[in-house]
């Protein structure tokens, strides 16, 4: 009896221990990779730090799923973000490199290591939510403390949510925005509803199976009718698993058959894959490769599903966690086994597995999955689509963003005449790296004093489609950290921290604050004398021609690309409006690179016929300072005008089209 009691005596202290109550200097709420950096960088100036994290893991996607880092302009990444993967790089034997193709669980071992190095170390607090009601104290515009879910109470001076969902932002009362602004809010193109795609049409006994299938799966079709583009809504972007796979027998778990898999869910995918004729693995997922045989599997993206999820309870979330879960280990089953589909896809998929040394206390399933976008604060400053072209620098400037504005598909609607779309996606939006102000993680001051939201930070739907990425997240985690110890030094609302103070220590740190756009970049035409036409003005389709900034020169925007192919199929026409008949000097301007071709197929129609230049790309244009590639001179007359046209047409390398420049002689 003595023995029970003393048992019992030890599980009740034991309990107490657990759920005893703390006092910090800093409560980080979300062991995202930048609640990871946040909490690095204030424990590192000797601040008393507690690190909130729902999972047994952190590092959020970092360590859960993508692998492949989207790190937009490398020279824009700097300070712990590039500190950290570096560092990832020194376990590849490549200490001096940003490592960006990164397995998850290398990632997770630099966090932890960090953490427990940082002075006194974090304390993390794993397995642990905010009470889902009156989790968070507010007295007078300031947290007081945090209540999590076992009760335990945690007070801090200052309280940073880098959570993917900003429970703690909501909580404490600041303001924010779910789902889309309209387009008249802020005057952004790209935002709202989008331009419909057509997917396909159903007849009438489709219809009756789709039905049925929307009844039974209510998050994968919905049956709505066309908005008008530019309206406001509350939807989100596609939410989706990235997964960590493997083709290496020694280390793969086959993909397995989900509980209650039914094949008919994905009529619409078999749909695809016969349409297209696809036949590989890599044609129906996107595969980033990773070091030791591993991929990073992206694009099983499942619109609509996500809509709920940032204001979801959290017994909703769960929900929806787990019926993305299903739908994408139904998918893989589906195309390895399927006998619908075609038998050299079935075998190919076959081949790869989920990586057996990744996750390995879930199933090999990542333990994150990817919010694209949740909730987004109202602060001091709204950043929006023109932040990132027309107004890209900032006084208060902490960290750069340099990814392209990248949305997933938002909604897949059927409509009442049968007709299956989807958009969300946005149409190619101008962009250059742009400066991010510390008002952009700051709330209002009437809304709260003491906290920072480097995550769900201030920002409309179109920028956030940019600023999304886990390298921004870091970085702004690490500013976040930093603000702290002013705010809490001098005793400060964190709006008034010293912005100049805070950036030179930003500055020691090596973070990078402003950027310098590179020579020839972002060109403009009234730099240059003569008629100069940009690829913008061609309308070139974006599904053929890519998009891309990776090097200049390049006029305007970007420049545009595509693999060549024996026998082409693909034409830029240039058809230029000049004033005046006479000879002309006609230029072309293309960013010289190894993996261009050295015979683009190039073509000049005058007066006198068509006259054929075959361009090397491999080697930079000569003329003004490298930018333009003279093709000769050539004769306009308004009854034969000039026209210019570069085709697809070669060897299998890339043909670039950018500028081209026609001058009086």
């Known amino acids: 009896m003595k023995k029970v009691i003393s048992l019992l005596l030890v599980s009740i202290l034991s309990f107490c221990a657990f759920a005893q109550n703390g006092e910090y200097d800093v409560i980080v709420y979300g062991g995202t990779s930048s609640g990871v950096i946040a909490a690095y960088s204030a424990a590192k100036e000797g601040l008393n730090v507690a690190l909130i994290e729902r999972t047994a893991h952190v590092g959020g996607l970092t360590t859960s799923g993508i692998g492949n880092v989207d790190i937009g302009w490398a020279s824009t990444v700097g300070g712990y973000t590039a500190d950290f993967l570096r560092a990832v790089g020194t376990h590849y034997g490549t200490p001096h490199r940003m490592q960006i193709a990164l397995e998850c669980k290398i990632a997770e071992d630099v966090f932890n290591d960090w953490l427990s190095n940082s002075n006194e170390g974090v304390e993390v607090l794993y397995h642990s939510r905010l009470r889902e009601k009156d989790g968070v104290e507010v007295v007078d515009g300031k947290i007081v403390a945090i209540i999590l879910e076992d009760g335990r109470r945690l007070e801090g001076k200052v309280f940073i949510d880098s959570s993917y969902e900003g429970d703690l932002m909501a909580q404490a009362g600041v303001s924010y925005l779910t789902g889309r602004e309209g387009a008249d809010e802020f005057g952004e193109s790209s935002a709202g509803i989008c331009e419909y795609r057509h997917f396909r049409n159903y007849t009438s006994e489709e219809m009756v199976v789709i039905r049925k299938l929307a009844a039974k799966y209510p998050l994968d079709i919905k049956f709505e009718e066309r908005m008008p583009k530019g309206q406001a809504d509350g939807k989100t972007q596609a939410y989706v698993y990235r997964l960590t796979v493997t083709d290496d027998p020694e280390n793969l778990v086959p993909f397995r058959k989900p509980e209650g898999y039914d094949p008919d869910r994905y009529t619409n995918t078999l749909y695809r894959i016969q349409k297209r004729g696809l036949t590989r693995f890599d044609q129906v997922v996107t595969l980033y490769k990773l070091p030791n045989r591993k991929y990073d599997l992206n694009h099983m993206d499942l619109i609509n599903a996500s809509w709920d999820y940032p204001e979801g309870s959290y017994q909703m979330r769960e929900a929806i966690d787990l019926y993305h879960r299903r739908y994408q280990e139904g998918l893989l089953w589906f195309f390895g086994h399927d006998p619908r589909v075609p038998e050299a896809l079935r075998e190919d998929t076959q081949r790869y597995g989920l990586a057996a040394d990744e996750y390995k206390d879930n199933g ?302």
């Open 364 to 665: 090999n399933w990542p333990y994150q999955l990817y919010i694209r976008e949740g909730r987004r604060m109202r602060g001091e400053y709204i950043m929006v689509q023109q932040d990132a072209w027309d107004n890209p620098t900032k006084e208060d400037a902490v960290a750069i963003g340099s990814y392209f504005l990248d949305c997933h598909f938002v909604s897949s609607v059927v409509n009442k005449r049968g007709f299956h779309l989807e958009e969300g996606a946005f149409d190619y939006t101008p962009y250059r790296p742009y400066e991010i102000p510390y008002r952009a993680i700051t709330p209002k001051k009437q809304d709260c004093t003491n906290l920072l939201v480097p995550v769900c930070m201030s920002a409309s739907h179109v920028i956030c489609a940019s600023l999304r990425m886990e390298p921004v997240y870091m970085m702004l985690g690490q500013v976040a950290g930093n603000a702290t110890v002013l705010a809490i030094r001098d005793n400060l609302p964190v709006q008034d921290v010293n912005i100049k103070e805070l950036q030179t220590i930003l500055k020691s740190q090596k973070q990078i604050i402003h950027f310098n756009t590179p020579l020839g970049m972002y060109l403009t035409p009234e730099q240059f004398e003569g008629v100069v036409m940009d690829d913008t003005e061609l309308n070139l389709n974006d599904g053929i021609w890519s998009h891309s900034t990776s090097q200049g020169p390049f006029m305007k925007y970007n420049y545009r690309f595509t693999s060549c192919k024996p026998n082409g199929g693909e034409e830029a026409v240039f058809k230029p409006k000049l004033t005046s008949n006479g000879k002309y000097e006609v230029q072309i301007m293309y960013s010289a690179s190894g993996n261009r071709t050295k015979a683009a197929d190039v073509t000049i129609h005058d007066k006198k016929g068509a006259h054929q230049c075959l361009v090397d790309m491999t080697v930079s244009p000569r003329s003004e300072g490298g930018y333009w590639h003279s093709l000769g001179t050539y004769t306009h007359d308004s009854r034969k005008p000039i026209k210019l046209v570069i085709s697809n047409k070669g060897d299998g390398e890339i043909v670039v089209v950018d500028a081209v420049r026609f001058i009086k002689k």
